[in-house]
């Protein structure tokens, strides 16, 4: 192969590593997506475990954590025995899978945590002296700021996820930031 390819297809497969550790994935994972993505036929393990020179079993486990976001996908492969692989191309759909599988959780988490936190402060503030009901007032108003934010942000995910049709523009406008 032409020095240029080879190339562009290792700086692209290395560079693939490092963002996935930059979103929090492992380095093998962007690799091996990287690998398959630059890939014009499917690969198998063993051509995946080679390409990299990493072990069968690091591919084989971190090729179910690339299914399991749908980066990639088992293909079978005429005549074969073998496990085959190849890489969701489409980058977007990409994205929504893990924002569907990790990011809206974490916001969906962090708005029950405020909520909680809310109720708390307000069922103690009969219990509370004149100092702590102002500490408790100043808490509240953070707190409102967060769950605007987060609010923001779960609406912002389910427009990217398709999980609404048409954005709530009447909505939008009630969201204070900053």
Request: aromatic share 8%; glycine share 6%; charged share 30%.
């Amino acid at each position: 192969m032409h020095n240029n390819l080879t190339a562009v297809n290792d700086s692209t497969v290395a560079g693939l590593g490092r963002l996935a550790r930059f979103f929090g994935f492992s380095e093998v994972m962007g690799r091996l997506y990287g690998t398959l993505l630059m890939s014009p036929e499917p690969l198998s393990l063993d051509d995946l475990a080679d390409t990299l020179r990493i072990s069968k079993g690091s591919v084989s486990m971190n090729m179910r954590a690339l299914e399991r976001w749908g980066m990639a996908t088992e293909v079978w492969m005429r005549g074969e025995r073998k496990k085959y692989y190849q890489a969701e191309s489409d980058l977007w759909q990409v994205i929504r899978n893990v924002l569907d599988s990790r990011e809206r959780r974490e916001v969906q988490l962090a708005l029950q945590v405020l909520g909680e936190s809310v109720e708390k402060l307000q069922s103690a503030n009969d219990e509370l002296t004149a100092e702590e009901q102002e500490l408790a007032k100043y808490y509240l108003e953070r707190i409102d700021d967060l769950q605007a934010f987060f609010e923001f942000a779960q609406m912002a995910l389910e427009t990217v996820l398709g999980g609404q049709k048409t954005l709530d523009f009447e909505t939008v406008t009630k969201i204070e930031i900053g």
